[in-house]
């Protein structure tokens, strides 16, 4: 992880109100970065610095919505033109919500989240690219899912969209390799969040937050390409992806469904 050594580095982190983003956000403040903190909810960010005891001038609050791209690259330029260019990038903000593909109604829901957990990656990136390359340096992070290894019941919408994000993450981490642009995946297992809190099926190896942003940083900082977390999980996720159809879907039969989106907005 290459930075500026006039200031203290920058991290552009979204999804920074809640869960995986803000204990990210949290760490790096330790670690004596200053932040770019983008979410929807400006107010919760806020409250949370302001109950942390952030130094004003080490971080800044940028209302944006990742779904819509013209929104999270307007919050990049601001944060470009405020705080300068960011030596990170994480990519988190996400949503969860189970679809019926039998339902029209749920043909919008995973349209939304497609727009969310994978457009969202590539337009919280975009920005950014073109003048890290010009320095020459610079992080790209995005926050994918073991549930991008394989499908769910349920949950194809969100499987989709997190196994599109690391294939597409890989084909940028090819193209940047020598610009001095590093591209990281971060693979979570389950991590005790808002997101999570609502599922109706086992969670084997569940992370607090704040446990989680320590092994996440760990791997961000020695330049992974991708790391699954925990490492149980990771192992985990090898034999799904090795585990013949048949088996993989007897293994699923009566597995309860993620949530329909109604159900969990």
């Not at 994480?90 to 109604?105: C, F, H, K, Q, Y």
């Not at 457009?119 to 991008?148: D, E, K, N, Y």
């Not at 991590?191 to 099926?201: A, E, F, I, M």
């Not at 092994?215 to 390409?225: C, E, H, K, L, Y």
Request: proline share 5%; glycine share 10%; hydrophobic share 45%.
């Amino acid at each position: 992880m290459t930075t500026c050594a006039s200031r203290p580095p920058l991290a552009f982190i979204t999804g920074a109100s809640s869960g995986i983003g803000q204990a990210l956000a949290w760490h790096c403040y330790q670690q004596g970065w200053s932040l770019a903190l983008v979410a929807r909810r400006g107010r919760v960010m806020a409250q949370w610095a302001q109950e942390r005891g952030l130094q004003a001038s080490r971080f800044a609050i940028y209302e944006a919505d990742v779904g819509e791209p013209d929104s999270i690259i307007a919050a990049a330029l601001r944060c470009e033109q405020q705080q300068g260019l960011p030596d990170l990038v994480v990519a988190n903000a996400g949503i969860s919500w189970g679809v019926d593909t039998s339902l029209r109604e749920d043909i919008d829901a995973m349209r939304k989240v497609l727009e969310v957990n994978t457009l969202g990656v590539a337009a919280t990136f975009h920005p950014f690219i073109a003048p890290m390359v010009r320095r020459g340096s610079g992080q790209l992070v995005a926050i994918s899912s073991v549930a991008g290894l394989r499908g769910l019941p349920g949950h194809g919408a969100y499987c989709a969209s997190k196994a599109a994000v690391i294939a597409y993450c890989e084909s940028l981490r090819i193209e940047l390799r020598t610009n001095g642009v590093q591209v990281t995946t971060v693979v979570p297992g389950y991590v005790d969040t808002p997101l999570t809190r609502g599922n109706r099926y086992a969670m084997p190896f569940l992370l607090a937050p704040q446990v989680f942003a320590e092994r996440a940083w760990r791997a961000i900082a020695a330049g992974r390409s991708l790391a699954i977390i925990p490492w149980q999980m990771a192992w985990v996720g090898r034999l799904m992806k090795i585990l013949p159809n048949a088996l993989f879907d007897r293994l699923l039969v009566g597995r309860k469904r993620k949530h329909r989106h109604l159900g969990n907005p």
